[in-house]
């Protein structure tokens, strides 16, 4: 099925342990975005890619790298996990019909 | 600053009952409007957006741009709308980016 696939959807990490969040799309998006979710907070969004070859902050790209590896794919980057990053992450990828998400990653952070 | 309020947390009513669910923003230029929702355990889809002047599951939203605000409504609610509701302002409008800035959210609860 078309769609955002997240990859994993669950995962525990210690604090100083890095790890990478997958995203791809298979709709043929240009455009490509990570959010996070936190109760009370909405969403937020941490980076995007408005192209291949392409990345941006958003507005809490703190502790985060991204990479957008090719048109399909958009990578997030966590280099030393802090318990402030314990979240639910959002990938979505975006064309004129608006936004498509993928169904999220639930991280801890202990 | 952009920035977009929304003012109810949490939201109940009867079965039956009409519902509106309140947005406000307030942005520089005339941004693209969006309502999203996440039902229980599921992604994010969208809702609405105000350029298409669609009704959604019985919902619509008006744009009402002398008081900002985009809100959501649904004359008689039903118990599969009890979800969270995201409204979301896109300050790309025209283009091919579309960086949205997400309220907090209104937690809405149908009872029966």
């Known amino acids: 099925n078309a769609g955002v696939t997240q990859t994993p959807k669950f995962q525990v990490l210690k604090t100083g342990q890095s790890m990478t969040l997958q995203c791809a799309q298979d709709?043929?998006?240009?455009?490509m975005y990570w959010y996070r979710q936190d109760p009370g907070m909405g969403l937020r969004l941490i980076y995007y890619?408005?192209?291949?070859?392409?990345?941006d902050k958003g507005e809490v790209p703190n502790g985060y790298n991204v990479s957008r590896l090719n048109k399909r794919e958009f990578s997030l980057r966590l280099e030393s996990a802090a318990p402030s990053q314990t979240s639910v992450y959002f990938c979505?990828?975006?064309?004129?019909?608006?936004?498509?998400f993928g169904s999220g990653t639930r991280l801890t952070v202990v | 600053a952009q920035r977009v309020t929304q003012p109810e947390k949490l939201l109940s009513v009867f079965k039956g009952a009409p519902v509106e669910l309140k947005c406000n923003y307030s942005y520089s230029g005339s941004p693209e409007l969006f309502w999203y929702v996440q039902y229980s355990r599921q992604r994010l889809q969208l809702l609405l957006r105000?350029?298409s002047r669609e009704s959604i599951k019985g919902f619509t939203a008006d744009l009402n741009k002398g008081e900002t605000s985009f809100h959501l409504k649904k004359p008689f609610a039903q118990e599969e709308d009890s979800a969270m509701y995201y409204c979301?302002?896109?300050?790309?409008?025209?283009?091919?980016?579309?960086?949205?800035?997400f309220g907090r959210g209104t937690q809405l609860t149908v009872w029966p």
């Open positions: 890619s408005a192209s291949e070859g392409t990345t």
């Open positions: 105000h350029i």
């Open positions: 979505a990828s975006f064309s004129d019909y608006g936004y498509t």
């Open positions: 979301a302002p896109s300050a790309d409008r025209g283009s091919t980016l579309g960086r949205l800035y």
């Open positions: 709709m043929n998006h240009n455009s």
